[in-house]
């Protein structure tokens, strides 16, 4: 069974807004398209196979109705009742969805799925693809989600290249190096996750810059770092503020190196 890290969702209001706003740090971000049966809609910034989805809502009525999707509920949840925008939560590609959903339970955990997905683009294509969910815990860090696209990794990635959605920030190798998850507990998230994923966790270490003890999870295509604060910085405020959450992207290859705060997010370019 294969994992792969697929993309991060971050809710937003109106997602063609931060169109501008990454631009002008580099980024180039495209529209998407719509999910009319979850009554959602996105736009998307490409790294490879690997992305950024800018998930809004753009029929709450239809977007309420959903129970089984547990990313249409979260974001009704967090962006509709609660107006957090932000990084909210990861997908996981994975080739034997049916499979995992089996070998979850196993496991004790409730899920939901797999379930059929699709998206009809701007140009009238239709994509598609099964999802399959972990119950989450109250007060914990969202569990990530799983994708099984239609098409294999190939064929993704031939019609990204000939659709020119690859290349096109101003690092035009620009890499979706990691992603950061803030956590109370470092130690039983980590693990948690790393049986989930089948990984190993790294050793821990000390991030000066946020004053977090950390650990990754390396997958392909991007890792994922968990943080939990050790004094005041970045990642205490983030926990204070957001509870356990997604909370910083680190790209590489950029041609550029700053911090900074954009979003209700943190980007770290390299």
Aim: glycine fraction near 8%; charge should be negative.
């Amino acid at each position: 069974m294969k994992f792969s890290f697929d993309h991060l969702v971050w809710f937003h209001h109106k997602p063609e807004d931060v169109i501008q706003p990454l631009s002008e740090k580099g980024l180039h971000v495209e529209h998407g398209g719509r999910h009319e049966s979850w009554g959602t809609y996105n736009t998307l910034s490409y790294f490879g196979l690997s992305y950024i989805e800018f998930l809004g809502i753009e029929a709450l009525s239809i977007a309420e109705q959903h129970e089984e999707n547990r990313l249409i509920t979260q974001i009704v949840e967090q962006l509709a009742q609660e107006n957090r925008e932000g990084p909210a939560k990861i997908a996981i590609r994975t080739n034997q969805i049916h499979e995992l959903a089996i070998k979850l339970k196993q496991d004790g955990h409730t899920v939901y799925g797999p379930l059929p997905g699709q998206r009809v683009t701007t140009s009238g294509e239709v994509i598609r693809w099964s999802l399959l969910f972990i119950e989450d815990q109250p007060k914990q860090l969202s569990f990530p989600f799983f994708i099984q696209w239609e098409k294999s990794d190939e064929e993704r990635l031939s019609t990204f290249k000939e659709k020119g959605m690859i290349g096109r920030h101003s690092g035009e190798n620009s890499k979706l190096e990691s992603i950061g998850f803030v956590v109370r507990d470092l130690e039983e998230t980590i693990n948690t996750w790393g049986k989930i994923l089948n990984i190993t966790p790294s050793e821990a270490f000390r991030d000066e810059g946020l004053q977090a003890s950390c650990q990754t999870l390396k997958l392909p295509g991007t890792n994922l770092l968990f943080f939990t604060p050790l004094g005041k910085g970045p990642a205490e405020k983030v926990l204070y503020d957001r509870g356990e959450t997604p909370f910083l992207v680190n790209l590489s290859k950029t041609n550029q190196s700053r911090i900074f705060e954009l979003l209700n997010g943190y980007w770290h370019f390299q």
